[in-house]
């Protein structure tokens, strides 16, 4: 193309631009969510999009970065959900129990997102790290349960970091099973977790019992 022929070339329109963008990251939450990280080459996430490889490379500089933007865009949706719910809420054990049902709806709701994120275990370092982020944070709303009570004054960070480990587990075993109907089940158990060392045994066990009546409440839209 001469100087002057790209002079004169008319630049792509923002919208198009914005929708070869979108078709991109679906496209390759899709494909990782369906066949897991290791098969995110970029002709496969091409010819899934429907497009060519030049547009690919003017919208990202490499594979990472376009699975860091998607996975971003998944951390600020159910951020969005999770972090109003838990800050609405009057205590610290009530928010908890809010944010880990509206991140269970988000769950349910976007089952290819889900699958998505519990892929990245086995991304590169970098997007690890993104997902590790997350998790921390997960770890820094439960260990705000150290405020509570005497009791819970001393307990270690490890502590909230040993919960979410074990929580995320559980959700990513379901996943996996493509079990999302299961999801709520693992609320109460998860709670249960979550209030134990902070606010002890009783406290736990109401988690457990009121189980049924927020599975009940939540299926039905009511939380």
């Known amino acids: 193309m001469t100087p002057a022929e790209?002079?004169?070339r008319r630049p792509a329109r923002p919208e198009v631009s914005e929708a070869e963008r979108r078709r991109l990251l679906d496209a390759l939450t899709a494909l990782i969510a369906e066949q897991g990280v290791a098969a995110a080459a970029t002709g496969a996430l091409c010819q899934r999009a429907g497009l060519e490889i030049e547009v690919f490379n003017t919208h990202f500089e490499s594979l990472d970065a376009c699975i860091q933007t998607a996975w971003e865009e998944v951390v600020g949706q159910f951020a969005g959900l999770v972090a109003p719910a838990f800050?609405?809420?009057?205590?610290?054990?009530e928010g908890?129990?809010?944010a880990a049902w509206g991140y269970c709806r988000f769950l349910q709701e976007n089952p290819v997102k889900a699958r998505f994120s519990v892929e990245l275990s086995l991304a590169s370092e970098p997007?690890?790290?993104r997902r590790d982020f997350v998790m921390d944070g997960w770890a820094e709303l439960i260990h705000l349960g150290r405020?509570?009570?005497?009791?819970?004054?001393?307990?270690p960070r490890a502590q909230a970091e040993a919960i979410v480990g074990a929580i995320w587990e559980r959700q990513v075993a379901t996943i996996r099973e493509n079990a999302f109907h299961r999801l709520p089940e693992l609320i109460p158990e998860a709670m249960y977790m979550t209030v134990l060392p902070y606010l002890g045994l009783?406290?736990?066990q109401e988690e457990l019992r009121r189980g049924p009546a927020d599975i009940a409440a939540y299926r039905r839209g009511a939380l």
């Open 127 to 129: 997007i690890q790290a």
């Open 147 to 155: 405020f509570e009570s005497p009791a819970a004054a001393d307990l």
């Open 87 to 93: 800050a609405a809420a009057e205590g610290w054990r």
């Open 96 to 98: 908890i129990r809010a």
């Open 202 to 204: 009783e406290a736990a």
């Open 6 to 8: 790209k002079a004169h």
